[in-house]
């Protein structure tokens, strides 16, 4: 007979076989090579699901985080090789150049290699407006993902397989054109545009128009939408997950962590505002001033739980060094139970770019190794990774001051 348990997000009793794997801390922000305390069963498919989409995917999507996963990534491509792919700059949906009725084109960029334009279906939905590249189920569909025109801005070889890498991985679905690079015959992740396909000689139109644009000088103009509130779902996700994995059933019990059910669950950020929920979000983030700086791992999203004056939180430091931060439990029980170790902090360290991930880490022995007072084997075999952009190829560009 098939078990039952609770669904931590949910909180439903449910059976075993509507259960599935999730990642506490996103895959798309290193979460895959985080160690076990970061992935749990005890989720529900349907749970799974939403927040993939409506609450990790409303923070990973959002304009300030795509930047912050492209911050610092170049750190890690391999020099000697073009093996390595980039995660893509988004600069937002473009006002003065018009595709066809009922589309729109994304701006995106690759580090030192092509500009990237994305046609695909405009949304009717104001869901979507603030996610890069809109309605993300429809990335996952071949027949919607839309249409990828790529123009190579270096000559570069390494710069050229790095750029065709990067959109590959970022568009793995979508019809992939290069504008301006002959391809071999039997090409099949990327073509070239074929003019007596009408939509395709309609797509060299809008090329042309960005060319044009370039040559008289003119600004390709984009607009980005910003959701301030897409972090306060995902927060609150994650410190419920977080303190199931401290303290189990006992603290999703609690009414703080019902507090923190309802912040997941809750889509109008109105609402959500009037739970007592204590934390700083992403957008506003903690201001540390220069100390954030030394914090900050290269392309890489620093994770600590530390208790600080009777309250346990969970502090978050991007790739720029921006830091938010949530309370998981002020439970003087739960807390009890908690190993010293937590009174100084622990810490771990996701780095997409390099897929890999070190930790658990004392904290101290992570600011000690920051600060250069004494080395932390674990982080200077992660800093071993990092390579100085200087010897890098050569792309061919003049820099723009």
Known sequence: MSQERECVYCGKIKQANEFSHEHIWPDALGGDHLPSFWKTDDVCRSCNNMSGVFVDGAFIKS????????????????????TGALPLNYLGVVQNVRPAEGEVIDFWVCASGANILHIRTEEKEDTWNAYAGGDPR???????AGRVLI??????????????????????????????????????????????????????????????????????????????HADGRFLAKVALAVGFQLFGSEFLATDYAKELRKGFREADPGKRSQLKIRGTGFIRGIDLGPVS??????????????QLDKKLALV?????????????????TLLGRLGSEYQDGVSWVAVPPARTAAGPLPYPDYLAHMIKVAKAPVLAKLEALRTDPSVLPETGLEDVE
């Open 63 to 82: 304009f300030p985080v795509t930047g912050e996963r492209a911050h610092d990534a170049l750190t890690y491509l391999p020099p000697d090789r073009p």
């Open 293 to 306: 700086d030394k914090l900050r791992w290269p392309g890489g999203w620093l994770l600590v739980i530390l």
């Open 316 to 332: 978050i430091t991007a790739p720029t060094g921006r830091t938010m931060g949530i309370q998981i439990t002020d439970g003087a």
């Open 138 to 144: 429809r990335g996952s569909k071949r027949s919607k």
């Open 151 to 228: 123009s190579l801005t270096s000559a570069e070889p390494y710069w050229v397989c790095t750029s065709l890498r990067s959109v590959l991985q970022h568009f793995p679905k979508a019809k992939r054109f290069v504008t301006n690079l002959e391809l071999p015959a039997d090409a099949t992740n990327f073509h070239e545009l074929d003019l007596s396909e009408a939509q395709q000689a309609d797509d060299l139109r809008i090329v042309r128009e960005f060319e044009k644009l370039r040559e008289r000088g003119e600004w390709v103009r984009n607009c980005v939408a910003i959701d301030p």
